[in-house]
């Protein structure tokens, strides 16, 4: 090999690299809120608005961005009834928010709880809280047809409107 030829190669694999490296970080901008939970068959609790879904069952993955602007992008969902799907939620605001999912009368009590207690931790698999860059996930299965909604219920936050509908047919 010319020396000419060998720094071409050289040159040509440190550029590869360096692609490589910053498509890594580019991607690696954004951190997962929380490490995937471990499904459980057995602990499924079935709710009015579906029930945990088995990750191996997913369908498809919906991406759903939330931002300052108090609002979910897309605002609308539709999904058949008994499908298993996984939202993808990244928030791409400056400050905390998060994906909620359920009947509009218990979304509305649990913002309500959540402006008595501002500090109230919450955990459960119908939602998702992501703090700004970062994204979240949620595998849902919608057993029953109908409409829901996916909330936001940070204080202020659903009640400027951080609410999206769920059709499920
Ligand atoms: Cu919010």
Redesign the pocket.
């Given at each position: 090999m010319k020396t000419n030829e060998r720094l071409f190669y050289i040159a040509f694999f440190w550029a590869l690299t360096l692609l490589t490296t910053s498509a890594v970080h580019a991607h690696g901008d954004a951190h997962r809120n929380a490490a995937p939970r471990k499904f459980n068959s057995a602990q499924v609790e079935t709710t009015a608005f579906g029930q945990e879904g088995n990750p191996a069952k997913v369908t498809r993955t919906i991406q759903i961005s939330?931002d300052d602007t108090?609002r979910f992008n897309p605002g609308t969902l539709t999904v058949q009834k008994g499908e298993t799907v996984r939202l993808r939620v990244a928030n791409r605001?400056a400050?905390?928010?998060?994906l909620v999912i359920g009947t509009p009368k218990e979304l509305a009590e649990h913002a309500d709880l959540m402006r008595k207690f501002p500090d109230m931790q919450h955990e459960a698999p119908h939602m998702a809280h992501v703090k700004p860059n970062e994204w979240g996930d949620i595998v849902w299965q919608f057993t029953q047809a109908g409409e829901f909604q996916f909330a936001?219920l940070?204080p202020g936050?659903y009640e400027a409107g951080?609410i999206g509908k769920v059709v499920v047919k």
């Open positions: 939330m108090m605001g400050v905390m928010h998060e936001c940070i936050h951080m």
